[in-house]
């Protein structure tokens, strides 16, 4: 080879050399993602957990709707009876040496009526009371004719006279014990008491 071609071939080696010292590197490889958790079992725990607590919370909420109803009915059945009971106990008062029954006294029997049709294990008793005008026998006499004529107007409603207890006082157990009319007027009554069957209205037999 001669001496030119020698020459021209160390230059194309130099040149192949600088180029390749100035070529760039290649870049190095994205490394892969990593693999996103598997969120799915951890999810349905928390669902499941809310779900149970859901639940208990509606079972809870359904006691105490349960609970508040059963109080609610304990207590209007409560006030029935003390009502009915009221109703019973309540008397009713006469005019001056007279044993006919007076418009209030009508009303009253009528309201009494009511809860002795609606509870037929019921059984009362009527006294008869006057003021302390009058002889024993006297008062004694018209307290009876009293009680009688309640227990008349009863069964005249339909209450079976089985059901009805009459007797007299007089004026042995006045209500009031002042001389004077407001408090005589007290005394010229028929009282009224169960002597059965008070089980049916909630409270234990007088």
Known sequence: ???????????????????????APAPAPAPAPAPAPDNS?????????AARADSIARADAARRDAAARDEAARRAREAAAAAAR????????????????????EQALDAKVTVLKSQAALHIRIDGNADDRGSD???????????????????????????????????E???????????WQQNRRDGFSITAGAGSLGASNR
């Open 1 to 23: 080879m001669t001496r030119f071609s020698l020459r021209s071939a160390a230059l194309i080696a130099a040149a192949f050399a600088i180029g390749a010292c100035h070529k």
């Open 41 to 49: 079992a951890a999810e349905a725990r928390a669902r499941a957990a």
């Open 86 to 105: 009221a109703t019973l106990d309540a008397a009713i008062y006469f005019d001056l040496d007279k044993d006919a029954l007076r418009t209030d006294a």
């Open 137 to 171: 026998e006297y008062n004694l006499a018209l307290g009876q004719r009293r009680s009688a004529t309640a227990k008349r107007y009863l069964e005249a409603r339909g209450i079976d006279a089985s059901r009805i207890e009459v007797v007299s006082f007089g004026k």
């Open 173 to 183: 157990r006045p209500a009031c014990k002042d001389e004077a009319e407001s408090c």
